[in-house]
């Protein structure tokens, strides 16, 4: 993964200067990028283990620290609102949706990478063009045509919802991955009698595997981020996503209520960053390969 | 129903109707569809015949609880001479335009950094991505919490370690600043994605090619811009492509951060037309505000798609 | 009008979800959940005992509705969406009342609250998606907006006109579209400006201003000792019309002429009241107005930021509930009067019950039960003084004497109008109100100066919706 550096690599003179201009010219500048980057979470973190009293009457405390750590946030949250409920419907939502794209991704990527046919380079245009309609061209009529399935306010308007931007993605992505998979393979399959189903399920599928987790991980934290279609196709409290709940349900009309929001915030990333975590690797390499070989 | 002979050897030559069925089901162009239908059917249902209705609606003048009638054109007439739309329109623009060009160049600057060895990469990368991965709304109310006109973690930095005694900057009360603001969090937001994206890119440049250039006598300058840029040029446009996608039909960020105002300030094509359908009720003239983005996304699309094209020619 | 959901659209997404082969382990289940979802009220109900209703009447009075209801039986699901109040504990005791009326009638009734800038959105998706809540609790005169898709109440309005002794008018004039009373008025929420008396006096101040010149002077020396006085000019549902509204009527200054058609916001009385915004914007507020919703102002408030600030009474009532340091130097004032005297627009709230619901006769019921004596009174006794009685008996609820702080409230009932004053509630009015053309007009200028064009520009706005100029 790390490779030689080319830049540090050609640097000559002495160890001093080697360090001043390493300082200066690397770690500064990360440094500057990471505070940045990762304040809003420190920040998060530490409202949400404040008492109100701390976070809005308490003007003499130094902010950045928590004074008096409490996990009344939490315990608010699960009492007072329907966070459990809404983390559920995320759940569900997300699992569903992404298992359905990526079937339909991994199929339609096999088909486009690897198989002749009259039409194909038009659909892949199409998929491709289709990835790059946002969700906010088309929600005025999708919610007719949710309404006219008679999917309003359940689940299943955005479990058939969210495959509109996760097949294409999924499709586009896989479709690189089955590329790279040898044609020998599967023709001494062919060859051998084993209808086409076979091998594809048996040799280019096994294959495709990093690209399919790739894939995974992208859908999953797509349609777990996913918020306009969940604010629009969703009315009742115990149907919404954790977004929806969030930003629908935690703001109090009387009295600011940061520290519930931040809770949830977090305990809402948790998931993501759970399988972000194990599938990283795979991430990143989603990333190249969907920016390398589009 | 008896069996007759001939009959029968005929059902022994000719394969078996499943059998027969089979095989027609492994003919390439054949299973390609079979295999390809789930996805087509989806995005039929959800892609096509929407976009199709969208346009229908678009020249109705549909209100919410009454029905429309055929206009034509007019809300698109409409929208042109509103003063809101040609607000949102210039505000889309320079949100798009400022928000991908600093994510450019930050994201590069960062790749590059992050192509440097040091201890903790992997870590460091991962941490990286997390305003990419953290759901946008999630993050969003974060910057909300600090931009909060009463309760502003930047404004007590400003007082307590500046000595700044005001007036502080009204974030996202002052038109101008609220776009700045809801800018920043985009680039925020949009930095890591570049930065991986980029990194991977860099991480094919070729190092003998950059050594014999070393050696050569070209300065950094010179070979960041003869060997490093063109490897990562298709990257950096497939990259430069979704974001000014994603950038120029967002929604979610500032619906969370500002609404669209303060005066529209940050109204966006996407916030305008929800605003207008879903607030307004004016769901034909909300629908030609959406279907405004269009043609400008089809022609970003199609520009940066035949740049690629020639590159890998 | 009302739409029955019956299964036969979903036979062809059936089909469609079968040829849909290879993906159908994943569909299969998801046609399952639907037809689950599809029918929450297959279920029959037990019956609901004559002895609970006939409690209720008996409690409530003689209601006309309430007592039919013994003989009716209800079933299925309500669900109501309204506001958060800024009184919680309005929201907390109305979520009992349907508690208690659910477990009564054999309904689950569910209560849902959601920010008051987002019900809008949420009615026109759930009117164009034809499902959704069964009641929504509606702002101004929303019903007029909404006409063709609410339910028929003539019946429920005109049996709680008689028993309550009649509504507030202007709330009349808003529910009763077109001859058809399509909402049952439910509540008020003035607004009076809240102070800080000890500030004021710093400031060299004796009393709240009575007029706007007086508020400008005032203003002006409040920002110079930096503790402002400030009010909303974002888009926002309540704060912003109740303070823009009611400074353009006082100024002589209206959208409409009395045929609710001609527009007529082209005036010297219209240059006059911007004018004098900009001015009050200038050199008394500062920008953080431009972007405050509703909450924005309890909260500057609460953390010592703002020495006044207009709004319902929940600011007082909120620091009393958490005894703040700073409860016995706040004070409430009604609205200063301009050259036109004193006008208001009150925050007013209906109960409108949707013609895509198939539980409304429930909804009905439900909605004339929260009307009732015993539920009423409750509620605005939770309240604190801080929601007002739509129908003239509950006016003598002792409530509104108790705390002698929150009086000025009870004084600017009187001043109460309706968005599109002079002309009649009309769904042009709403829709000048829903994009926020009035307060945007003040607000516009106040960033940039110009009175005229800014004028000139909601003129031209207002012309597209009424259709006609003076």
């Given at each position: ?19 001043v ?66 983390l ?45 309609v946002?969700q906010?061209?088309?929600f ?96 009742s ?58 | ?16 109707p ?70 949102t ?22 790749a590059l ?12 990368r ?9 759901p ?21 930095t ?9 007036p ?85 960020l500032?619906?969370v ?14 916030t ?42 | ?100 009326w ?15 800038n ?64 399509r ?19 710093e ?8 007029n ?11 920002k ?17 019309p ?11 200054g ?7 058609k ?23 507020f ?38 703040a ?102 769904a ?15 607000a ?22 009424y259709?006609?100029?003076?």
């Amino acid at each position: 993964m790390s490779q030689a550096n080319p830049t540090l690599h050609m640097v000559r003179g002495s160890r001093w200067g080697y360090r001043v201009q390493r300082v200066l010219f690397f770690w500064i500048p990360l440094a500057t990028f990471l505070i940045v980057l990762l304040f809003p979470f420190y920040w998060m973190l530490v409202t949400s283990f404040k008492t109100d009293r701390e976070l809005y009457y308490d003007r003499k405390a130094n902010p950045f620290i928590v004074g008096a750590p409490t996990m009344e946030q939490y315990l608010q949250l699960f009492e007072k609102s329907s966070f459990v409920v809404w983390l559920m419907n995320t759940i569900f939502i997300s699992v569903a949706s992404t298992a359905i794209s990526l079937v339909c991704g991994v199929l339609a990527g096999y088909a486009l990478a690897r198989l002749r046919f009259k039409g194909a380079s038009f659909l892949a245009l199409a998929i491709f063009i289709s990835y790059l309609v946002p969700q906010t061209l088309l929600f005025l009529p999708l919610q007719d045509v949710v309404r006219g399935f008679g999917l309003y306010d359940t689940p299943w308007a955005l479990i058939l919802t969210y495959p509109t931007f996760l097949i294409p993605f999924c499709t586009w992505l896989l479709m690189g991955y089955f590329k790279s998979v040898p044609f020998e393979l599967e023709e001494a399959a062919l060859i051998d009698g084993a209808s086409r189903f076979t091998a594809m399920w048996r040799i280019a599928i096994p294959l495709a595997v990093p690209g399919i987790l790739s894939a995974l991980i992208f859908a999953f934290t797509l349609s777990w981020n996913e918020f306009l279609y969940a604010l629009i196709f969703l009315s009742s409290s115990a149907q919404k996503t954790i977004p929806v709940g969030i930003t629908s349900e935690l703001f109090r009309a009387d009295a600011p209520s940061y520290g519930q929001i931040m809770a949830a915030a977090i305990l809402g990333s948790v998931p993501v960053a759970i399988a972000y975590a194990f599938l990283v690797e795979y991430y990143v390499a989603g990333l190249s390969a969907g920016a390398v070989k589009g | 129903m008896a069996v007759q002979p001939k009959r029968l050897e005929e059902v022994f030559e000719r394969p078996a109707p499943l059998t027969r069925l089979r095989s027609y089901l492994d003919r390439e162009g054949v299973f390609a569809y079979v295999i390809l239908a789930p996805a087509l059917i989806v995005l039929v249902v959800f892609i096509a015949y929407p976009f199709v209705l969208g346009i229908w609606l678009s020249l109705t003048d549909k209100r919410a609880s009454l029905p429309g009638n055929f206009v034509g054109a007019d809300n698109f007439i409409k929208d042109l001479q509103d003063t809101i739309f040609q607000k949102t329109v210039v505000n889309t623009f320079v949100y798009t335009i400022v928000a991908t060009i600093f994510k450019l160049v930050l994201g590069l600057g960062l790749a590059l950094l992050m192509n440097q060895p040091f201890r903790g990469k992997n870590l460091i990368r991962a941490f990286v991505l997390l305003p990419w991965i953290v759901p946008t709304v999630l993050s969003t109310v974060v910057w909300q919490w600090m931009f909060d006109p009463s309760y502003s973690i930047l404004n007590w930095t400003l007082k307590n370690w500046f000595a700044w005694s005001g007036p502080f900057p009204s974030w996202l009360g002052d038109p101008f600043l609220a776009l700045c603001c809801v800018i920043f969090v985009n680039i925020w937001r949009g930095v890591p994605f570049f930065a991986i994206s980029l990194l991977a890119g860099l991480q094919t440049v070729s190092l003998e090619l950059f050594e014999a250039a070393a050696i050569d006598g070209a300065n950094a300058v010179q070979r960041f811009m003869h060997i490093t840029l063109p490897t990562i040029r298709p990257v950096l446009m497939i990259v430069t492509l979704f974001s000014v996608v994603w950038t120029f039909a967002d929604f979610q960020l500032v619906y969370v951060l500002t609404k669209g105002g303060p005066l529209n300030s940050t109204q966006l094509f996407a916030t305008y037309s929800y605003d207008t359908a879903l607030r307004g009720g004016q769901i034909g003239l909300g629908a030609s505000i959406a279907l405004f983005m269009f043609p400008i996304l089809a022609l970003v699309v199609f520009v940066i798609q035949r740049r690629l094209r020639k590159e890998s020619n | 009008m009302s739409d029955k959901v019956d299964p036969t659209p979903r036979i062809p997404r059936r089909l469609f979800i079968k040829r849909a082969s290879l993906a159908a382990a994943g569909l299969t289940l998801g046609a399952a959940g639907l037809a689950a979802c599809g029918d929450p009220t297959a279920t029959s109900a037990p019956a609901t005992t004559a002895a609970s209703s006939g409690g209720t009447t008996a409690a409530g009075g003689a209601s006309a509705t309430t007592a039919a209801a013994s003989t009716k039986q209800f079933s299925g699901e309500l669900k109501l969406l309204q506001w958060v109040s800024f009184v919680p504990a309005a929201d907390d005791e109305i979520k009992r009342q349907a508690e208690e009326w659910g477990k009564k009638n054999n309904v689950k009734v569910t209560i849902e609250p959601i920010p008051g800038n987002e019900v809008q959105p949420k009615t026109v998706a759930a009117i164009e998606a034809k499902a959704g809540p069964d009641i929504i609790q509606m702002d101004y005169n929303w019903p007029w907006l909404y006409e063709t898709a609410l339910a028929d109440m003539t019946k429920e309005y005109n049996a709680l006109k008689t028993q309550l002794g009649g509504f507030q008018a202007f709330m009349e004039a808003n529910s009763i579209v077109n001859g058809t009373p399509r909402a049952i008025p439910y509540c008020i929420v003035p607004g009076a400006w809240v102070y800080r008396k000890s500030w004021f006096k710093e400031a060299g101040i004796d009393k709240f201003p009575e007029n706007w010149d007086q508020f400008y002077d005032a203003g002006k020396k409040l920002k110079a000792a930096n503790r402002p006085m400030l009010q909303t000019m974002g888009q926002t549902f309540g704060d912003a019309p109740g303070m823009w509204y009611s400074f353009l009527w006082e100024h002589g200054g209206k959208e409409v002429m009395e045929d609710g058609k001609t527009v007529a916001i082209n005036s010297p009385e219209t240059l006059m009241a911007v004018e004098k915004a900009i001015a009050i914007y200038k050199d008394c507020f500062t920008p953080d107005v431009l972007a405050w919703d509703d909450n924005s102002n309890n909260k500057a408030f609460q953390a010592e930021q703002i020495s006044a600030t207009l709004n319902g009474a929940s600011i007082y009532l909120t620091a009393k509930k958490q005894n703040a340091p700073y409860l016995a130097d706040m004070a409430q004032a009604i609205q200063p009067a301009g050259p036109q005297g004193r006008a208001a627009t009150q925050l007013n709230k209906t109960h409108a019950v949707m013609g895509y619901s198939k539980n409304q006769d429930a909804a009905k019921e439900f909605v004339s039960w929260l009307m009732q004596p015993d539920q009423y009174n409750k509620w605005l006794d939770v309240g604190g003084a801080y929601s007002f009685p739509s129908a003239k008996l509950y006016e003598k609820n002792p409530v509104f004497d108790k705390d002698p702080v929150l009086l000025p409230f009870k004084d600017t009932l009187a001043y109460g109008r309706n968005v599109g004053w002079p002309g009649p509630p009309s769904a042009a009015a709403t829709q000048a109100f829903s994009k926020y053309l009035i307060v945007n007009m003040f607000a516009g200028a106040a960033k940039n100066g110009d009175a005229k064009k800014v004028i000139a520009d909601t003129e031209a706005e207002l012309v597209k919706i009424y259709g006609a100029k003076k």
